[in-house]
């Protein structure tokens, strides 16, 4: 089985060629595509996260709980959530991910289970697209689909680690992480009963949005905002009363 080393690194290559070659072969904006890189490096470990100790677990937990509400912005935008509900949900979504999903891994999988399995690759992908809200569903894909190769690298550098080349043999490990079922059942029964409900989120996602804008959670008039707030206008004016007397004379036209 490779390392942190060997799938991190290998991930971020990848990450690195994906786009560059989306950005210089299909003219995806360069914004995009090193968001794009960045989720194939990360996603490259994502299939460690049922490890049950180690480097893997505990620095994929961090880094996923705070990537995922930095995704989440453009969508609490549209939402029409002002900064300070923004800060919370974020907030929340941290909490959430670092300990609650986290202790959902611990108790729930098993190293080089369902997690480890090309359908886990599909649900992290189709999360992908959620968290990743744009008016644009191309830029969607394009991140969820960098997502997956990431996913599917890390299984395929797996299986290549359970060959035994010098003595001719394949591993006990062999075929435990490129496969689409496992040997529990209810595993397998949980993991695509997971991409069912994605797929059915991704498929309502505009319905739920606009049912949003209907129901007055979004702050939208004819497709546009209604009110824009800027940082500065939810902060005290910089203006003390000691300098009013020089803000007054500079203010005075200049007599010649």
């Not at 996603?43 to 996260?49: C, N, V």
């Not at 994605?198 to 996602?205: E, G, S, Y």
């Not at 000691?242 to 200049?254: A, C, D, N």
Request: overall charge neutral; aromatic content about 12%; some cysteine.
């Amino acid at each position: 089985m490779a390392d942190f080393k060997t799938h991190i690194t290998a991930s971020t290559i990848l990450g690195i060629g994906y786009g560059t070659a989306a950005h210089f072969k299909f003219g995806v904006p360069p914004g995009h595509c090193m968001i794009a890189g960045a989720l194939c490096s990360v996603a490259g470990m994502l299939p460690d996260l049922d490890s049950k100790t180690g480097i893997p677990q505990r620095e994929m937990l961090c880094f996923v709980s705070v990537l995922v509400p930095m995704l989440m912005i453009f969508r609490l935008q549209e939402l029409g959530l002002t900064a300070e509900q923004m800060v919370f949900v974020a907030g929340v979504s941290y909490v959430v991910i670092r300990f609650g999903v986290g202790e959902l891994f611990k108790r729930f999988t098993k190293h080089r289970g369902m997690w480890h399995s090309i359908p886990a690759a599909g649900v992290a992908a189709m999360a992908t697209y959620l968290v990743c809200f744009s008016p644009d569903t191309s830029i969607r894909i394009f991140k969820a689909w960098a997502v997956f190769i990431g996913f599917i690298l890390h299984l395929l550098l797996d299986e290549l680690y359970s060959v035994d080349l010098m003595g001719r043999r394949l591993k006990k490990s062999w075929g435990t992480a490129l496969k689409f079922f496992g040997n529990n059942q209810f595993a397998n029964i949980s993991t695509y009963a997971k991409l069912g409900i994605l797929a059915f989120m991704i498929a309502n996602d505009g319905t739920f949005m606009e049912s949003c804008r209907e129901h007055g959670f979004c702050q939208h008039a004819d497709g546009e905002h209604e009110h824009e707030h800027s940082i500065s206008d939810h902060l005290p004016a910089l203006k003390p009363e000691y300098l009013q007397g020089l803000f007054e004379r500079t203010e005075q036209p200049v007599r010649r």
